[in-house]
């Protein structure tokens, strides 16, 4: 019985964790000599195609009309 209990809170204790760092991490801003990778690391490594941000897809779409 006592594990069971156990097993719950040590459950929750992550599920916690795991939200409290994500938010930390969001409101973390992204360090000025690293300003100019962001944007190009945001569409290389991106599979989705239909992706707006995508500047493959924007290239494709001009060269198609």
Not at 23 to 52: F, G, H, M, Q, R
Request: hydrophobic share 45%; charged share 25%.
């Amino acid at each position: 019985m006592w594990s069971l209990i156990l097993g719950i809170i040590v459950i929750i204790f992550l599920i916690i964790l795991f939200f409290v760092t994500f938010v930390i991490n969001k409101k973390t801003p992204v360090p000025p000599e690293c300003k100019d990778l962001v944007d190009s690391v945001k569409c290389e490594n991106c599979t989705e195609i239909s992706c707006a941000l995508n500047k493959i897809h924007e290239e494709v779409k001009k060269e198609g009309k």
